[in-house]
């Protein structure tokens, strides 16, 4: 099933994981696999599942655990593919392997730049991988987008034509990157409305559990923190449950605002998280 057929019914609410690392120990894997149990017993429309985000390259990861999803729970996959980690050929024959495996989603994107910035894939940007893979066959193709501006953008024009490229390219549903200012999705809805964008774009929250990770998040993707969120992780700093806790609330306000507002849908950055993305399922559950 192509997964742009469930805004048929709005608002959609999907996960993001990450797989477990390849040298991960076999205790980790098996609390990766529990915690993946509690996550699909949510029910989301789709799981997406990362790749190589954090710097690391592994692809049958990926493939496997998309696999697993889909077999095991019944769920729609989107497998994301990095373009600068693809030649090519790398790309045709990944594709091969997602159709044997009846898979029909898949994010493209350019990837996160290696810190030498040096490309070793054929794809420059985000745009070139989805033209090859609108090429390649009948799959259905999400992008990402960027409320707060892309860090690499000229200004919010250039990326906003930039996004409109991609999408004219073949992307037929969009995932904003993390924020947590929602009046910045809403006046980005608005360039991409008089930029005449016109597919869904689903609003990634994140949940903060841990206010370095958060900070060096934002600063490497050029999220903004307003003020209420920082006085937030300032005051829990030291203790991390009351952390997850506030982190977890600032969340689910969020949604509800974004639900209160007819957002399409939300895509949750889980980080793996059974807790807490139970936690807001269950908080959201009678608001959809
Ligand atoms: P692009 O759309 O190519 O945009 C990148 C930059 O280039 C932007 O500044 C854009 O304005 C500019 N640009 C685009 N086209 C042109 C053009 N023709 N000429 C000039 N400039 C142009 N990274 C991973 O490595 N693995 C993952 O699994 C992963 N998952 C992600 C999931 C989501 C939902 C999001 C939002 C991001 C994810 N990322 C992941 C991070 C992503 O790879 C980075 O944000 C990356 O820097 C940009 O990717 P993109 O696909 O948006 O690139």
Redesign the pocket.
């Known amino acids: 099933m192509k997964v742009v057929d469930c805004f048929k019914e709005r608002p959609v609410i999907s996960f ?1 994981i ?1 797989p477990p690392r390849p040298n991960a120990s076999e205790k980790s894997i098996e609390r990766f696999y529990d915690n993946l149990d509690v996550l699909a017993s949510l029910k989301p429309a789709y799981i ?8 690391s390259d592994n692809k049958s990861g ?1 493939l496997d655990l998309c696999r697993y999803i889909k077999q095991h729970y019944g769920i729609e996959v989107v497998p ?6 693809f030649t090519t050929s790398a790309v045709k024959s990944y594709l091969d392997e997602l159709k044997a495996s009846n898979i029909e989603n898949v ?7 290696p810190e030498d910035g040096q490309i070793k894939g054929d ?7 989805v033209t090859e893979i609108k090429r390649d066959g009948d799959f259905n193709v ?5 409320p707060d ?6 200004d919010s024009v ?6 409109k ?2 999408v004219d390219a073949g992307v037929s549903q969009l ?4 924020f947590f200012e929602n009046e910045h999705y809403y006046q980005f809805l608005e360039r991409c409305e008089l930029a005449d964008i016109d597919v869904p774009v689903q609003a ?1 929250i994140m949940s903060v559990v841990n206010e370095r990770q958060i900070k060096r998040m934002a600063t490497m ?1 050029g999220v903004g923190l307003p003020q209420k969120f920082l006085r937030m992780m300032n005051h829990y700093q030291d203790n991390p449950v009351a952390m997850r806790d506030a982190g977890t609330a600032y969340a689910i306000d969020q949604i509800v605002d974004l639900l209160s507002e007819g957002v399409d849908g939300v ?1 949750l ?1 889980t980080m793996d998280n059974p807790v807490v993305t139970k936690r807001i399922c269950g908080a959201i559950e009678t608001l959809i």
């Open positions: 993001e990450f997406s599942v990362t790749y190589g985000a954090g710097g990926t994301h593919i990095p373009g600068i980690n994010l493209a994107l350019r990837g996160d730049l794809f420059q940007y985000a745009s070139d991988l999400l992008g990402a987008c960027y501006v892309h860090p690499e953008a000229k250039d990326d906003i034509k930039n996004l490229c991609k995932i904003t990157q993390l990634g993707n895509h950055y």
